[in-house]
């Protein structure tokens, strides 16, 4: 790209060429607007899912694990699970605006489990994975809910590392969550 100078009302590039203030604005909301629509495209879209219709065995078992976990990690406040499914694009402008919608920022390719806030009450869980990956993500999320003052890949391997552990520990011995 040719070097910019500023002279006052206008530009000019290394070629010569001037344009004016304007034509420099038009030209950068429209480079913004091509950003916005390639990010809408690698955004992904998640709604809410009931959870009567999650696999009744998969709630169970989530319960257990959330109960579980947030004795374990000494979370003295209640938390309670977000059933969420990915939409589809054609559901994007059905939906937009509506209540029970939340975005992630995840390049499309990553394949999303779950997500909290830190210190929240809330683990948004993506309904349709394996009952082993459902507990794995909740272990994981309330790792993070749990305060946690490392930096944010230590966070991230930590919680890894935790959830590994409780899903090891509830294979060897179901009786961990009451089975």
Known sequence: MPAVETHGFYTENSEGSRFSGYQLAS???ETLAKTESILEDLTIWYAEFQASRVDPLIREAAGRVLEYCTKQL?????????????????DRELAKGTEGRFWNSYPSDVKL?????YMGDKIYVVH??????VMRTIAHELKHIRKNEMEKEAREA???AY????????????SLIGY
């Open 128 to 133: 349709d994975r394996d009952v082993w990956d």
């Open 27 to 29: 030209e950068i909301r």
């Open 163 to 174: 959830a590994d552990q409780v899903i090891s520990d509830i294979q060897r011995n179901p």
């Open 158 to 160: 930590d919680a890894f």
């Open 113 to 117: 489990f779950g997500w909290a806030q």
């Open 74 to 90: 000494g979370i003295s406040w209640p938390v309670s699970l977000v059933w969420v499914e990915e939409e589809g694009p054609e």
